[in-house]
Nanobody, 113 residues
Framework: QVQVVESGGGLVQPGGSLKLSCTVS????????RAWYRQAPGNERELVAFITPQGDTNYADSVKGRFTISKDNAKNTVYLQMNSLKPEDTAVYYC???????WGQGTQVTVSS
């Protein structure tokens, strides 16, 4: 069974930065599109960004220009660099492949002064 471990979340002030990491125990890591999602209290889980096997990226309009997704195939790890954070970015952040596999625990990001 694939295991997913997200890390790097925390409490940060508005305007601050965080870098999330997601390590996946999967031998075929590099062949799938990898994505970050987030879910705020009372909201549906939403797609934040994804990166294709070829390295092409795509972002939700709400994070475009502030977030950057990247990956290291040698480490089976996907990253999400988040800059200029806003209170509305507060959520639990999850990573998964597309199409989705099982979900990890997520990592909490809280943006507050």
């Amino acid at each position: 069974q694939v295991q997913v471990v997200e890390s790097g979340g925390g409490l940060v002030q508005p305007g601050g930065s965080l870098k999330l990491s997601c390590t996946v125990s999967e031998s075929m890591f590099r062949i799938w599109t990898r994505a970050w999602y987030r879910q705020a209290p009372g909201n549906e889980r939403e797609l934040v960004a994804f990166i294709t096997p070829q390295g092409d990226t795509n972002y939700a309009d709400s994070v475009k220009g502030r977030f950057t997704i990247s990956k290291d195939n040698a480490k089976n790890t996907v990253y999400l660099q988040m800059n200029s954070l806003k209170p509305e970015d507060t959520a639990v952040y999850y990573c998964n492949k597309i199409p989705n596999d099982s979900w990890g625990q997520g990592t909490q990001v809280t943006v507050s002064s």
